[in-house]
């Protein structure tokens, strides 16, 4: 069975700074790969996907994801963080072609004025 | 913008008793999801149909839990008897299961149960 591991459980930054948020996964064949952002108090929304194709995909609101097959990784980053940006982020993989998403555990983001 | 509807947004039950959760998924949608989303275990997967078929329910507790869909515009999740342990955030998403838009779930808003 398919795992996701997000290694930064909490993330603080200050405004305008770079972000990246890390997330791996086991699987050693076809994947479709994302990320799921969840402000507070609220359902969550797709940031982005990678299904094929170019490994760098972007998504909303300035948030983009590369996709590094070697390394069985599909980090998130935004090269400028917004206070807005404070929020609970999932990455999630499905396989075999169907759409039963396996979460990580979630990264928490803090962004301070 | 198309919604997964979720009911009751928030319930607050005694132990012991009968909590049923409701789900209408986005018209066309022919895949649903229930997750439990706790602080300790994050986002769990607890059943999910397709074509209102169960596939998968082997995350949830058979013994008091249950899930079914009576028809393509309404998905249940039931606990009988519930527990304090139950207390979470359950929620639904729908998605396509093939064909252009397949593999992307839309959640709905949830429903945030506590059993005292």
């Known amino acids: 069975a398919q795992s996701v591991s997000q290694h930064n459980h909490h993330v603080i930054l200050s405004e305008a700074a770079s972000l990246e948020l890390g997330c791996n996964y086991s699987y050693g064949g076809t994947v479709n790969l994302f990320w799921y952002v969840q402000y507070p108090g609220q359902h969550l929304q797709l940031l982005l996907k990678y299904f094929s194709g170019d490994p760098l995909v972007k998504g909303i609101k300035g948030f983009e994801a590369e996709f590094i097959k070697s390394k069985f990784s599909f980090n998130l980053r935004k090269p400028s963080v917004q206070w807005s940006d404070t929020a609970e982020y999932f990455c999630?993989?499905?396989?075999?072609?169907?759409?039963?998403?396996?979460f990580g555990t979630g990264t928490q983001l803090k962004v301070e004025l | 913008d198309a919604r997964v509807t979720q009911t009751p947004r928030h319930k607050v039950t005694e132990m012991g008793q009968e909590v049923t959760m409701r789900c209408q998924p986005i018209l066309g949608h022919n895949t649903v999801f229930w997750y439990r989303q706790t602080m300790m275990q994050g986002l769990e997967l607890l059943a999910y149909?397709?074509?209102?078929?169960?596939?998968?329910d082997s995350g949830m507790p058979k013994d008091r839990f249950s899930a079914e869909m009576p028809d393509a515009t309404l998905a249940t999740l039931k606990i009988q008897p519930s527990e304090p342990r139950d207390s979470a955030v359950y929620f639904c998403?729908?998605?396509?299961?093939?064909?252009?838009?397949?593999?992307?779930?839309?959640f709905g808003a949830g429903s945030r149960l506590t059993v005292l």
């Open positions: 149909f397709r074509n209102r078929a169960p596939l998968d």
């Open positions: 999630a993989v499905s396989t075999g072609g169907g759409n039963k998403l396996t």
């Open positions: 998403a729908s998605g396509l299961g093939q064909g252009s838009g397949a593999n992307v779930l839309t």
